[in-house]
């Protein structure tokens, strides 16, 4: 199974490929263009809606699979799914264009072979023959093409990783090392002397200041940085340019009136006798069940409180506290049984007892709500904003197009802005790794360090709810600075140094006086705390308030049982730590899993040479986004 876990994804995904032939026009909508259209090119290489259109449902079943009824398309839309899709069809491509400048090729043969192989064409043995095989992609309405067409794909990816991959390699050490990792626990006392306290009585003066930069005047070096003009296209820059008039409302809200259909609701309680099943030991036989839901309602009937006696006696520990309540609800949201009871009766009524698959209930109705269309003006604001994002998205793809082709043709930012009373900023210098607001885009840093000065990038770059087109004005070579320019920085770096002396101090007396008066009572008269972490805790979690730190891990977990450890440094300060009890390395156990250690240690090294391997294929390939298409896809 594991050997070919690939070929049965295919296979199931074969069923969900004949879903999305038949069904994406309804999805997409009438506005999403035709699946021949291209969305954006790679490198030269187009991707088309179509193309985009059957990878995002893939992904969006896939998620409402893993999370039934949770997600809608809002949640999708803060999810980013569009961007996830997008990425993967970009990757896609760069795995082609990097195959082709390789020279890697997957031959008919190749191919045939892998086919005539697959678990999933197999009887006895034996590939099920072309004919039957042409039959079942057939039935599942599939093109022969473009099923051979995502296996030679596969194939091709394959390839292109083993050329990039096959030196990986793991070594026993590091296996045994991660096997530590994983499975070596210990649960420990400690103390933790925090620098934080030593702050405020640290003085420095700027002799020692000076002292410390001149010492020190490499570690300081600044890194290259570059600055960028920037175009913002995003809601801050172009809101004020939208109106919504009362016309408009209007006509969205006749338009759209069964979107702001609110359905009929009931507001009920129920007091609930759970009937013991077979696949639970909850609950009451089905007569004594009965019985105790017929004296309840009985009670009910005569005068009693039906919240106390729900607080009493209901078996639904969600309600039950509350007296009860089940808040309001629509039709389609309980069992059919409970909820034809509720919704026959008036408010104020009691239902006779009702039987479930939970048990035995009696139902109150407090208050029914029929349905009906809100008014305009209980709407309003939300068809504004409704209003107001519509028309803001298409003006900013409509701008982002307007100045790819200006840029394309050769004009300057400048131009381009002007042309459309946008005004061009400058970034402040960027290091990489960077991101400064507004130009919070990782990517976009990325992209500023690819750049020729005066070069202009014609591709917008996605930030936050909008786009940004940058060219580049200026590179800050590497260089030291002058003391003036991190004279902060340095000052902050030597008070932290000599808080962490001191901190470092008392947490050597901590110790001393541990040695014979114990750790508790050793914090206690230095004002400091004794504590423990959470139970048994691995190597690389957090210990305690001691937090992770890779120096700290190691000292702590080389200690031996009940042993009292020196002063530890700490991401806060210094510790004093004592296993107090530990689960040890087990070498017949890792002997055991070595070989499977080790190939798991090498598939994940080669997953992560891989993507950084396509990250920088990026660099070689301009991605060119259609922006037109994208809105009329994405909205």
């Not at 999305?20 to 259209?37: N, R």
Request: aromatic share 6%.
């Amino acid at each position: 199974m594991r050997r070919h876990r690939r070929w049965l994804f295919v296979f199931l995904w074969v069923v969900i490929l004949a879903f999305v032939v038949l069904y994406i026009p309804a999805f997409m909508g009438a506005d999403a263009g035709t699946p021949g259209e291209t969305l954006a090119r790679v490198g030269g290489q187009p991707i088309t809606v179509g193309e985009f259109q059957k990878a995002y449902l893939r992904q969006r079943q896939m998620y409402e699979r893993m999370y039934p009824g949770q997600l809608d398309a809002e949640a999708f839309k803060r999810m980013g799914l569009e961007e996830q899709t997008f990425d993967g069809l970009v990757t896609d491509r760069l795995i082609e264009l990097e195959a082709r400048r390789l020279g890697l090729t997957v031959d008919d043969e190749e191919l045939a072979r892998k086919i005539a192989n697959a678990p999933g064409l197999q009887e006895n043995g034996r590939f099920v023959g072309a004919s039957e095989y042409r039959r079942r992609l057939a039935l599942q309405g599939m093109p022969v093409r473009e099923f051979e067409d995502s296996v030679r794909h596969g194939l091709m990816a394959e390839k292109l990783k083993s050329l990039v991959t096959d030196g990986v390699a793991v070594t026993p050490s590091e296996a045994e090392r991660e096997y530590r990792r994983r499975n070596e626990q210990l649960k420990a006392e400690y103390v933790l002397v925090d620098s934080v306290r030593f702050r405020p009585q640290v003085s420095v003066d700027d002799a020692e200041v000076r002292a410390r930069f001149e010492a020190a005047r490499d570690s300081y070096r600044l890194p290259e940085r570059r600055i960028v003009s920037y175009l913002m296209l995003d809601a801050p820059t172009l809101q004020g340019r939208i109106t919504v008039t009362e016309a408009d409302l209007g006509a969205y809200y006749q338009e759209h009136r069964d979107e702001f259909k609110e359905e009929e609701q009931v507001c009920a309680s129920h007091i609930l006798v759970k009937v013991k099943g077979a696949d639970s030991a909850e609950g009451h036989p089905d007569a004594e069940a009965r019985a105790k839901a017929d004296d309840l309602l009985q009670q009910v009937r005569a005068g009693g409180d039906f919240a106390e006696l729900a607080k009493k006696n209901s078996e639904d520990q969600g309600s039950a506290p509350s007296g009860g309540d089940l808040g309001c609800f629509g039709r389609g949201r309980m069992l059919p049984e409970f909820e034809n009871a509720a919704f026959s009766l008036k408010p104020g009524e009691i239902s006779d007892v009702v039987k479930t698959s939970f048990g035995y209930h009696v139902i109150r109705m407090a208050s029914r709500r029929e349905e009906k269309v809100p008014a305009l003006s209980e709407v309003g604001d939300r068809i504004r904003q409704v209003l107001m994002n519509e028309r803001l998205r298409a003006m900013i793809e409509e701008q982002a197009g307007g100045i790819t082709a200006d840029l394309r043709r050769g004009r300057s930012l400048d131009e381009a802005g002007r042309a459309r009373g946008l005004q061009v900023k400058k970034s402040p210098p960027l290091a990489r790794g960077e991101t400064v607001e507004p130009l919070g885009s990782p990517v976009l840093v990325a992209r500023a360090f690819t750049l020729k000065r005066g070069e202009t990038d014609p591709t917008p770059l996605l930030v936050g709810r909008g786009y940004v087109f940058i060219a580049l004005d200026e590179i800050q070579p590497p260089r030291v600075p002058e003391l003036k320019e991190v004279q902060e920085r340095v000052k902050a770096d030597l008070v932290e140094q000599k808080a962490q002396e001191r901190a470092r101090a008392m947490a050597a007396d901590l110790r001393q006086r541990a040695e014979t008066a114990g750790l508790d009572k050793a914090a206690t008269a230095l004002g400091l705390v004794r504590k423990e972490t959470p139970g048994q805790v691995g190597r690389g979690q957090p210990l305690g308030d001691l937090g992770s730190d890779v120096g700290l891990d190691q000292a702590v977990f080389a200690l031996a049982e009940k042993s009292l450890s020196e002063p530890l440094r700490a991401p806060a300060g210094y510790a004093v730590v004592r296993v107090l009890e530990r689960h040890a390395f087990d070498p017949a156990a890792f002997e055991a899993q070595k070989t499977a250690m080790t190939a798991e240690l090498r598939d994940q090294r080669r997953e992560e040479l891989f993507r950084a391997y396509l990250t920088q294929a990026r660099q070689r390939f301009t991605v060119e986004r259609q922006p037109e298409a994208f809105r009329r896809i994405v909205g």
